[in-house]
């Protein structure tokens, strides 16, 4: 099986981006975990770094993407977690269909995003974000381990050619100064610390939206060709700040995922400034 006959299978479930690399290891994300940068999720999933150890019995890892609308500017709701939950959930049809075939498949326990630029795909902008392109920076990944017989790999890409160049949009957007001109600073941006607890002051002054801070995406022009979409009077309604913290959260772990329960009820203290 390769690449067009995996895009077969992906068509019909309408995921975009597909791509079939040999295992790799992640020496970046063997270094953040050890040196404890990795987010609490990340650190409760225990992701592995070196897949052909986690997977021995895999030759490949399929990556797979897919590009999402942005909601409106102000809108309050972060549309990634949305995004990402749809994906895994479409990823599992995927799964379905190969193992339909015979295919051992199963979905890796491995830092996506890390994976995606060890294997040359896409580029960390100035906002520290993976941007693939034509997709921009929305974009939920998904990576399973797969057993092929005689895989034949893509040649590894010549790196995307979407460089920030002299553009500084982000870093005017920013509302907390997390991007300069040497690059983005964890330690003063509201996505990497909007979950801590307690949440530091910075982070309840200048928090606006649910699920994350979407300031730098909305103006980058790599998602220029995105045009946002209104959430729906249900989405709004699972997603109300006072609703999650009522304790009637059942409605926004379906659209988001249950691994996402802390970072819901995280971020709907910050936003309700109930701490
Ligand atoms: S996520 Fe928000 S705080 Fe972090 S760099 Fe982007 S705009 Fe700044
Ligand atoms: S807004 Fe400009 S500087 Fe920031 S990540 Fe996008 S292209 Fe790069």
Same mark, same amino acid.
């Not at 928090?207 to 300031?215: I, P, Y």
């Given at each position: ?153 893509? $040649?590894?890409?010549?790196?995307? +050619?979407?460089?920030?160049?002299? %553009?500084?949009? @982000? !870093?005017?957007? #920013? /509302?907390?100064? *997390? ?21 530091? $002051?910075?982070?309840?002054?200048? +928090?606006?939206?649910?699920?994350? %801070?979407?300031? @730098? !995406?909305?103006? #980058? /022009?790599?998602? *220029? ?51």
């Amino acid at each position: 099986m390769q690449n067009a006959e995996i895009s077969v299978l992906c068509r019909p479930l309408d995921i975009p981006f597909s791509r079939l690399i040999p295992p790799l290891s992640s020496p970046s994300w063997a270094a953040a975990r050890a040196e404890g940068r990795v987010d609490a999720v990340a650190h409760e999933r225990q992701l592995h770094a070196d897949t052909g150890a986690a997977y021995p019995w895999a030759n490949v890892l399929l990556l797979l993407a897919q590009c999402y609308d942005p909601f409106p500017a102000g809108c309050g709701i972060s549309p990634y977690y949305i995004a990402s939950n749809t994906f895994y959930h479409k990823t599992n049809a995927l799964l379905d269909a190969l193992q339909e075939r015979d295919i051992r498949a199963e979905r890796a326990k491995i830092p996506f995003r890390a994976v995606f630029l060890e294997a040359g795909i896409g580029r960390v902008g100035r906002n520290a974000l993976l941007s693939i392109e034509p997709y921009g920076t929305r974009v939920a990944l998904q990576v399973l381990a797969l057993a092929l017989e005689d895989p034949i790999f893509d $040649p590894i890409p010549a790196r995307d +050619a979407w460089g920030c160049g002299s %553009c500084t949009v @982000c !870093q005017d957007a #920013c /509302p907390t100064g *997390a991007i300069d001109e040497s690059g983005w600073h964890g330690e003063r941006c509201l996505r990497a610390h909007y979950y801590d607890d307690p949440p530091p $002051p910075w982070v309840l002054a200048h +928090a606006d939206t649910l699920l994350g %801070c979407e300031h @730098c !995406q909305n103006v #980058c /022009p790599r998602n *220029a060709h995105l045009r946002a979409v209104e959430p729906s009077a249900e989405t709004r309604a699972a997603l109300d700040p006072a609703r999650i913290l009522s304790g009637d959260i059942a409605p926004a772990l379906t659209l988001v995922g249950k691994n996402q329960k802390r970072h819901l009820i995280r971020s709907a203290v910050v936003l309700t400034k109930r701490i």
